[in-house]
């Protein structure tokens, strides 16, 4: 099969007939976003089953920073803005939009994951790594999955980004950006649930106060 | 080729102004949500739940119908994510359960059980540490009495050290001390102010102490009752600051 030039096999497959009579791409990408609903489900179950448990800090209340993560999260909202606007973008071919929009989403996901990534470092000066406690255990292993799918999403962003400068983007591709929209969005939605589950309201889980015993059964060494 | 009619609504897509309503609507979602948490968190009494749950699903259902499109698209695609969507709300909620998270036993255990912490940045290991929190004592009958401590005015090191012997240093999780902790698996520590000046030949009790904590491996003292080589190892000592260590001596060699 040919295409003409600088035109990709997007818009052929589009128009090719499926039994579902959906684009197998796009149905694919929500079949994709659907198990990855169950993958941070597992994630956000576990850390709400060992939420308050830890028997060691730091606990949530002592490093969890919500003024912080509530900039980031607004950053992480306007890239969803951004996202869609490259799409419109794309339908109308406004060639130098579709440019700065995707440019635009990327970098704000570059401010996201440079927070989160400050936020880390400031977790583990405080000495909570991922195996102190099931806090640390459960809160690193969930938010950072989500960092690599916020990272993933950029590369992505930035390879379209270059496609756009090339000008292979335009009305016949918006299935292209569609796709990497649907991707972002739906890493923004994971992070609307961690936000209020984690931060809002697991971000406050104290630990015991001062001065409390360890049950000594609790240490028994097998002899 | 195509028996069916193009799949793009550009037509049915929100416009710009739409997408800016939208996006103002989950700003101000998120800024409504933080100043629900904000006074709560300052009492810190916890948050309720409620309503935060309420709004971050308000948000997520607008994410999905506008910026994603489901609203105006095929419909199978939304039964497609929704089934995922339900499955792992089922799969969380089954976990949940199976692990007794609705009910507090677990929590309490914690709660009762935990240590406390204190801060490894700021402060440096040097700031005052004011035990005014109770603490719990083991009665001779195995259960636990409230105790509140009074604040012991001229030994602030002392105070200083306890508070690390019973918060971050997590020595009470091994080692007993009369009326302070009890653990059972190293040496009690109830008289070793005075006992630690024989312990080791030509070694001051305070240079005999400090070594065992930062050193454990180094001198092993014989007829020591849990006296236990490798359990207590310098690994475990380590994230102790030289402040640390001087406030921890200070309060065992105050336990005559």
């Not at chain 2, 999905?64 to 799969?91: C, E, P, Q, W």
Request: net charge negative.
């Amino acid at each position: 099969m040919a295409y003409a030039s600088g035109q990709l096999p997007t818009s052929d497959v589009d128009h090719t007939y499926t039994s579902t009579g959906l684009n197998h791409r796009k149905l694919l990408m929500w079949v994709f976003l659907s198990s990855d609903c169950m993958f941070f489900g597992a994630l956000i179950a576990t850390y709400m089953v060992y939420r308050g448990q830890s028997l060691i800090g730091p606990y949530p209340i002592d490093i969890i920073d919500v003024p912080i993560t509530t900039i980031s999260t607004f950053v992480l909202l306007c890239s969803s803005f951004a996202m869609v606007q490259a799409l419109a973008a794309t339908n109308r071919n406004d060639q130098k939009g579709i440019q700065i929009w995707l440019l635009a989403t990327a970098f704000m996901g570059l401010i996201f994951i440079g927070f989160q990534a400050y936020e880390f470092n400031l977790f583990l000066g405080e000495g909570l790594r991922i195996d102190t406690n099931l806090f640390g255990t459960t809160f690193f292993t969930l938010t950072g999955f989500h960092g690599a799918h916020v990272t993933l999403g950029i590369v992505w962003l930035l390879i379209l980004f270059v496609m756009g400068r090339k000008g292979r983007l335009g009305p016949a591709s918006a299935l292209d950006v569609e796709l990497a929209g649907l991707y972002w969005h739906f890493v923004d939605i994971v992070w609307i649930v961690i936000f209020t589950l984690l931060y809002l309201i697991g971000g406050f889980d104290a630990g015991p106060t001062a001065g409390l015993l360890i049950e000594p059964s609790l240490l028994a060494f097998p002899t | 080729m195509s028996t069916h009619p193009p799949e793009h609504h550009e037509s049915r897509h929100p416009t710009f102004k739409q997408y800016a309503t939208i996006a103002i609507i989950l700003f101000a979602i998120t800024a409504v949500e933080f100043l629900i948490i904000v006074p709560e968190g300052l009492k810190g009494s916890g948050v309720v739940i409620a309503p935060l749950v309420a709004l971050s699903a308000v948000k997520f259902a607008i994410v999905i119908m506008f910026y994603m499109h489901l609203k105006f698209d095929n419909r199978l695609l939304g039964s497609v994510f929704l089934t995922g969507l339900v499955l792992a709300f089922m799969a969380g909620g089954a976990v949940l359960a199976l692990f007794g998270s609705f009910q507090p036993t677990p929590r309490e255990f914690a709660a009762a059980n935990a240590v406390a912490y204190t801060h490894l940045v700021e402060g440096d290991g040097h700031e005052e540490v004011e035990l005014e929190h109770p603490v719990h004592e083991i009665t001779s009958d195995g259960g636990t009495e409230m105790v509140v401590e009074e604040p012991t005015g001229g030994a602030d090191l002392v105070a200083q050290g306890q508070a690390i012997f019973t918060g971050s240093g997590g020595c009470l999780a091994c080692h007993a001390v009369e009326g302070i902790a009890s653990g059972m698996l190293g040496p009690d520590l109830t008289h070793i102010g005075t006992d630690a000046a024989t312990r080791k030949p030509e070694t001051s009790a305070h240079d005999y102490i400090t070594e065992s904590i930062k050193e454990p491996e180094a001198f092993v003292a014989t007829d020591v009752e849990r006296a236990n080589p490798g359990i207590m190892t310098s690994a475990l000592t380590s994230s102790l600051s030289d402040a640390d260590v001087e406030a921890l001596v200070d309060f065992l060699l105050a336990q005559k």
